[in-house]
């Protein structure tokens, strides 16, 4: 989540050697930094519960990373904090500052942010040939958005509601709405 107070311009070099002694997480955008806005519990309880049944599911096969491991877009940036983000490519195992081949980004729906994540951020991963799908979560109503590549390297929009399951055809996956928002209370 991206907030509006942005810094001086940096490199790619001085945004990782600036942020490192930051107590705050920075995304990196054409030479600017963005703070992160804090999210609500319900958001965090989502974002947990996503990443820990990804995780399970692909124990040995793939990364599954949370909010605090960043995504670069090229080597040189941009530079994001997606919520939960899933790396299949061994050419990430190993990563030290950020993930670059990612095949599944999940974002949690935030007010304040929303219109950036299906906008400006989505057009962004789109740019990541790896990227199989782009998910976002509501986190005020029981809702999941799937954008998946397709063969001809469009993209598909397939919405799910209260009741449904959700495929993630990107890391073989099925998983009912009711565990995505399980112990998720909302104001």
Known sequence: MTAAQKLS????TEYFEWEAQQEMRYEYIDG??????GGTLPHADIALNLASMLRGHLRGRCKVRNSDAKVGITEDGPFTYPDVSVTCDDRDRAAQQFSRYPCLIIEVLFPTTEAYDRGGKF???RRLESLQ?????????KTVEVFRRNQQGGWEFIPFG???????NSVGITVAIGQI???VVFA
């Open 9 to 12: 311009r940096f490199t790619p």
């Open 32 to 37: 600017e930094v963005f703070a992160m806005a």
């Open 123 to 125: 057009a962004l991963y």
């Open 133 to 141: 799908e782009y998910v976002l979560v509501g986190s005020e109503t």
């Open 162 to 168: 209260e009741d449904d399951e959700v495929v993630l």
């Open 181 to 183: 928002y399980e112990d």
